[in-house]
């Protein structure tokens, strides 16, 4: 389905070299396709150079197992911002959102459980189970963010500010210094707006570890687990790192059709999202090719970008290049030696790509049935829709996970996000059987005890989340048909997701 939407053919090749462009995208993930998008709609040529045979970068739908469409990466959507969904008139384009009929399912091993995002009166009845405190409070907690995430809309909705340097002219140094004065006058409005008491508790989340924050808000263990887990997903860090309530406050400023901290499925799968985006590009004159990986960028004696040179040796110009790879990929390995700064070089190496994140897609046979939480069974439930919690029940049991990592070891325990889209998507697997993602933490890059080149290292770990999830769901182990797996190497390798202390690696 995805390889026939665009071209890798000898003449859509050969029309990336008959011309200069006035923009090239390096990566046809959906930030690259944004950008084209967006750069063809103000007039420009623009082509976008993908590696893979697919686009979409890790927002990809992929069928690995037959009859079964895994968001292999990506797998919630959320934070695309509302005001490209608007301008590229997405919906029009394909993109079809499902919200869940819950947020958020917290099963125990003791049988109970948490199920948050019904309703405001079943959450404060959901968590009065917990704590009659934290019920009342819970809503206060609620407000507080929504209001810091309207302050990071703002932010997020602006261009940045930024100091022009060389040889800019007089002209374009006036307008930057226009545009940096508009936004500090409207930052600082906005700040003002907060309020001096908002203020402080607003840094005291960008700042503080996530305990720290929630332990002055909450006592319940299953309150605090099910909040945190949000803040520490797709990182290497603990709930105890200082910063680590940012995290918490990113997963709160998505939103689906206007409501807050809705993280929605994609029909489909999540590269219905690149798919449409693809399709607004497309649609403004960008023209996209797939397996054209770049090997390096052209730069000229002056030191100009003159385009790019592709693996095969094939030579696209273009003065202007956007690069959709992860810094240390376009800064490192795409720019010529010798051309940037060595305080630069430096700066990018030492950053800390850390992730700790291995993703398994499983195709399974039957639908997973909580022993804790049996409405409807077996028919599709709101805890099937939401996002599930696997391994947090306490902010100790992450912390514990995160322990393990740090050791150098996969954790014993793993915290798992697990989704099942396909009990809203109905286009994803064949009648009564399920796709299932679990976004598992924490997997060192580099193991301690093993190889994850190792086939039965591998599947130790893979057995581990499914048995883990048995306590929960009894029979998940027998009922999975097949799975695909990404470790933090397999992301490097496959989607160009640098993922570790790059040191390690060179």
Request: with cysteine; aromatic share 8%; glycine share 8%.
């Amino acid at each position: 389905m995805w390889r026939r939407r665009f071209s890798s053919s000898a003449s859509a090749r050969r029309g990336l070299a008959e011309r200069k462009w006035e923009a090239l995208v390096v990566g046809g993930g959906h930030n690259g396709l944004t950008a084209a998008a967006y750069l063809a709609r103000a007039g420009l040529s623009v082509a976008v150079l993908e590696r893979r045979h697919v686009i979409g970068g890790a927002a990809v739908t992929e069928e690995l197992v037959p009859g079964f469409k895994f968001s292999r990466c990506s797998y919630l959507q959320s934070l695309l911002r509302p005001s490209i969904v608007g301008e590229l008139e997405l919906v029009r384009h394909g993109l079809k959102l499902l919200k869940p009929i819950a947020s958020s399912f917290t099963p125990c091993r003791d049988g109970r459980y948490l199920l948050l995002g019904l309703n405001d009166e079943n959450d404060h009845l959901e968590i009065s189970k917990f704590s009659k405190l934290d019920a009342d409070t819970y809503p206060r907690y609620e407000s507080q963010l929504h209001k810091f995430c309207e302050f990071m809309d703002f932010l997020l909705d602006s261009s940045p500010p930024e100091t022009l340097h060389g040889d800019s002219s007089l002209k374009n140094q006036l307008k930057g210094k226009w545009q940096n004065s508009v936004f500090w006058a409207s930052f600082l409005k906005h700040a003002l707006s907060l309020g001096q008491k908002d203020v402080v508790e607003f840094l005291g989340v960008l700042l503080s570890p996530t305990s720290k924050i929630l332990n002055n808000w909450f006592e319940s263990d299953v309150l605090k687990g099910t909040l945190a887990a949000d803040a520490i997903i797709g990182s290497m860090v603990s709930i105890h790192t200082s910063g680590s309530g940012y995290v918490l406050l990113h997963h709160v400023m998505g939103e689906t059709d206007g409501a807050r901290n809705i993280w929605s499925h994609v029909e489909g799968g999540m590269g219905s999202v690149s798919l449409a985006i693809s399709n607004a590009a497309k649609e403004a004159g960008v023209h996209i090719v797939t397996d054209a990986e770049v090997s390096e960028l052209m730069i000229d004696d002056s030191g100009t970008v003159d385009g790019v040179l592709l693996a095969d040796g094939m030579q696209v110009h273009s003065k202007v290049v956007l690069s959709n790879a992860t810094p240390y990929k376009t800064f490192m390995d795409l720019v010529p030696n010798g051309v940037l700064p060595d305080d630069f070089l430096c700066a990018i190496k030492s950053s800390n790509y850390s992730s700790g994140t291995t993703k398994l897609n499983v195709a399974v046979d039957r639908l997973p049935q909580f022993q804790c939480c049996r409405m409807g069974q077996p028919k599709v439930g709101p805890q099937h829709t939401a996002t599930i919690r696997i391994g947090c029940e306490s902010m100790e049991d992450i912390d514990s996970a995160c322990q393990d990592a740090w050791n150098g070891v996969t954790s014993r325990r793993p915290v798992m996000e697990m989704t099942i889209p396909s009990s809203l998507d109905n286009t994803i697997s064949p009648p009564g059987k399920h796709v299932v993602g679990l976004f598992t933490q924490y997997t060192p890059f580099k193991p301690s005890d093993g190889s994850w080149e190792d086939p039965e290292y591998r599947d130790s770990f893979a057995r581990r989340c499914f048995t883990t999830i048995d306590e929960y769901a009894p029979g998940f182990s027998s009922s999975v048909i097949g799975y695909d797996m990404l470790t933090p190497p397999d992301l490097e390798r496959e989607f160009g997701l640098t993922g570790t202390v790059v040191e390690l690696q060179h």
